[in-house]
């Protein structure tokens, strides 16, 4: 038997992030107009005004976590992944975007498999 190797491609005219933002100071929390505010000037540092016109929309904000669910073109993805990564400091306090899950369907970011297979090992123990 040949082995066929299947590659699957995304056609989605969207992908989804869900993307946290954490200062070194736990205090500190952003509504969510500032949070698109912090997203913007990331994509500005690295990309420039090419970079800020980048569209994408925040689909969910927790404020309490400062966590996001975002819908970007797949076709920007890269280049709004690569900014969040890179960007550090806003307004003189140090920071960091984490990526925690990305896919080309919505549905996909309901469920965090890490987060069910802990619960699951709980379980069994």
Sequence with gaps: MAFER???????????????????DSQTYVEEVRFKAVI???????HGDSGA???FDILRYNKRKMEAILRVQSSCLVKLW???????????LVCAFRVHQ?????????VDSRQDMHLVLQSNT
């Design 102 to 110: 990305v896919s080309g369907h919505l549905m996909a970011l309901a």
């Design 6 to 24: 299947l590659v699957s491609k995304n056609l989605s005219k969207y992908t989804y992030l869900k993307v946290q933002l954490e200062f070194e």
């Design 40 to 46: 913007l000037k990331a994509l500005k540092q690295l």
């Design 82 to 92: 690569s900014a969040l990564t890179l960007f550090g400091e806003y307004a003189e």
């Design 53 to 55: 016109a980048i569209p």
